[in-house]
């Protein structure tokens, strides 16, 4: 093989991992950083964005790189090592589910703006330097109705927890940097709630700047 299409075929390789699709560029990616002078978790003007795909039922079902945001209310983070708050809020899901058909037929494609209810438990771990730790966990993400399919509900896992960290880094002149994660656990239903499928794997959620 010669060294030109070795070249071509890092380069290839690269692109490909910078992106969930050739339109949408992976958070893994760098992004611009969050900085406010006042913080309230989940943080006013930014989303949180998949990394990929939420895989269900061998993959006949897939939740497309969705993203929430414009939340509706915030608190503040604890001050005090293993304090704990509980942050409750509808947020906007965007995103896109593909149901292929058990038999032939082609894949039913369904573009989702959903209001997703929301909760998430923030506990201050430590305090390293200038920065505050937080462990935090998505305890409610649900999408059922208003422009949801019918008879179909995705929420988070029963069984698993959808944990993540947070992070708020007191910078020069009275700001502060924010970063913040989740590994998210979803299980759909497909008959209004009776019957739940979990999730093939988690998927990394990350804030981002709307």
């Known amino acids: 093989m010669t060294r030109y299409r070795l070249i071509a075929l890092a380069l290839a390789l690269m692109n490909s991992l910078a992106a969930c699709s050739s339109q949408d560029p992976s958070p893994t990616a760098t992004s611009p950083e969050i900085i406010v002078a006042e913080v309230s978790l989940p943080v006013a003007g930014t989303s949180y964005r998949g990394a990929d795909s939420h895989r269900f039922l061998d993959e006949t079902v897939t939740l497309f790189c969705g993203t929430h945001g414009v939340f509706t209310s915030s608190v503040e983070p ?13 947020a906007t899901f965007v995103g896109e589910l593909v149901l292929q058909p058990a038999v032939g037929g082609s894949l039913v494609t369904h573009a989702l703006t959903v209001q997703a209810r929301m909760a998430e438990r923030i506990t201050l771990m430590e305090t390293r330097g200038s920065s505050q730790i937080f462990n935090t966990e998505l305890v409610t993400f649900e999408l059922r109705g208003s422009g949801m399919p019918d008879n179909i509900v995705v929420r988070e896992s029963s069984d698993l927890v959808s944990s993540g960290v947070a992070t708020i880094t007191a910078i020069s002149g009275g700001m502060n940097r924010v970063e913040s994660h989740y590994d998210v656990w979803l299980e759909i239903s497909l008959d209004g709630g009776r019957t739940w499928n979990q999730a093939q794997d988690a998927v990394r959620m990350t804030l981002q700047p709307s």
């Open 78 to 90: 604890p001050n005090e090592i293993g304090g704990s708050v509980l942050s409750s809020y509808l």
